[in-house]
């Protein structure tokens, strides 16, 4: 084989069965036989999501004959991970559940990876694009890393679980999908500059997803079935954008490096999908592209485009602003050696963040 053909070699995972609808909970039984998962799992879920939906993943489970062992992890981060990973090989698990929200899901997702054993999703709320990718958010120290793991074998959405979480959760949603706008403009620009690898196949299908619901965003409402599965399809679309990517630049760039800035800095921060929306307004505008129609999007979905809506005094704004740049210094943004103060204080109060 040639050197060029080595190069060339692409590797993409996705998941096998994606299943969204009104009560597929109840199918869990039928994609763990789809995929030959006869026995011995082990649930990751969160305090809440337990009651919501890890019980009855469990009973359902139970009921088919399997063993099953739940555990409650409520952060993301490696120490989580560990934990994980010891009990389920302490217990010779032979597949993981992550039910609940991102955090779990990203916790379940990596610790499968680790052990080598499959991982199914089942998302409680539509916040963001983790349910189904081939990455895990997760904390080590003060720090934040994307890390490549196995996409889920499965993901079961189920859409009436999903509309009665909180709507804001939904809204999350919204705002990590519209941040595939900057998300590429971002990847764009790497690659103009800096020759970084490039897939038009993923960059198209995450731009379109993002596309596809500012143009619905006045159809987004709470306790609808419909908006969750609109939003759901959307999410799963810009997961699959960055597996094929083999990494999160097509949805993730300096919108959410601005998110992960503030997490360090807020005292309380938003959720994340609230942040990369409200960073996304910011970006957009340092693009010099249209960021009142991404600020209107926002605005019709009923998504927070000010500090006040997201709760966070704007001095943390600022602050995460001007330190936004270094929190991935390797992937190369429109915020390049990133902002002064000054100029953070003048992108905010254009855009009317802060006021
Ligand atoms: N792996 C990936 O590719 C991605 C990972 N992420 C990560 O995911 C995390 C964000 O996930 P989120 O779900 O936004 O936040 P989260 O995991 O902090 O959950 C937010 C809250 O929602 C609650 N919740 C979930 N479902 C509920 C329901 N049905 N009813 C009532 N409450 C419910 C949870 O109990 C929790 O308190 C971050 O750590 C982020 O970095 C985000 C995008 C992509
Ligand atoms: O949140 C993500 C995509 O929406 C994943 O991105 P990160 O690479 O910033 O963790
Ligand atoms: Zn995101």
């Known amino acids: 084989m040639t050197q060029d053909m080595n190069a060339q070699k692409k590797w993409m995972q996705l998941p ?3 299943v969204v609808g009104h009560g597929v909970i109840d199918d869990v039984k039928n994609v763990c036989a789809d995929l030959k998962l006869a026995d011995n799992a ?3 879920t969160g305090k809440s999501t337990r009651k919501i939906a890890g019980d009855i993943v469990h009973d359902s489970l139970t009921d088919s004959g399997q063993r099953v062992e739940m555990i409650v992890s409520e952060a993301a981060s490696m120490k989580e991970v560990d934990r994980v990973r010891k009990q389920a090989l302490e217990s010779g698990v032979e597949y993981l559940l992550g039910v609940g929200s991102g955090k779990s899901i990203d916790v379940a997702k990596l610790a499968a990876t680790e052990i080598e054993v499959p991982f199914i999703s089942v998302p409680t709320a539509a916040s963001h694009d983790g349910i189904v990718s081939s990455r895990a958010s ?3 120290g003060n720090k934040t890393a994307s890390i490549q793991a196995n996409a889920p074998m499965a993901v079961i959405a189920d859409t009436d679980i999903i509309a ?4 804001r959760l939904l809204a ?3 705002g990590d999908i519209i941040s595939n706008c900057t998300a590429v403009l971002d990847w764009q620009l790497a690659t103009r500059l800096q020759n970084v690898p ?5 960059a198209a299908l995450s731009s379109m997803t993002a596309q596809i619901l500012i143009d619905s965003a006045d159809t987004i409402k709470p306790e609808l079935e419909s908006s969750v599965r609109m939003v759901v399809k959307a999410l799963v679309s810009s997961g699959v954008a960055m597996s094929i990517a083999g990494s999160s630049r097509p949805a993730s760039g300096s919108e959410h490096m601005f998110s992960h800035a503030l997490d360090k800095v807020a005292p309380v921060p938003a959720l994340h999908g609230e942040q990369c929306g409200v960073g996304t307004i910011l970006m957009m505008y340092l693009h010099g592209g249209d960021w009142k129609s991404i600020r209107d ?3 019709a979905i009923n998504a927070p485009v000010t500090a006040e809506e997201l709760g966070i005094e704007d001095k943390y704004i600022l602050e995460a602003l001007v330190l936004s740049h270094t929190i991935r210094p390797e992937r190369y943004t429109i915020l390049g050696t990133g902002l002064t103060p000054d100029a953070a204080e003048i992108v905010a109060r254009k855009t009317k963040v802060i006021s």
């Open 198 to 202: 490039f897939s038009e196949y993923a």
């Open 164 to 167: 009665e979480a909180p709507y």
């Open 42 to 44: 082990l649930i990751v």
């Open 138 to 140: 997760i904390k080590n």
């Open 16 to 18: 096998r069965d994606v």
């Open 172 to 174: 999350s949603g919204c």
């Open 297 to 299: 999007a926002l605005q």
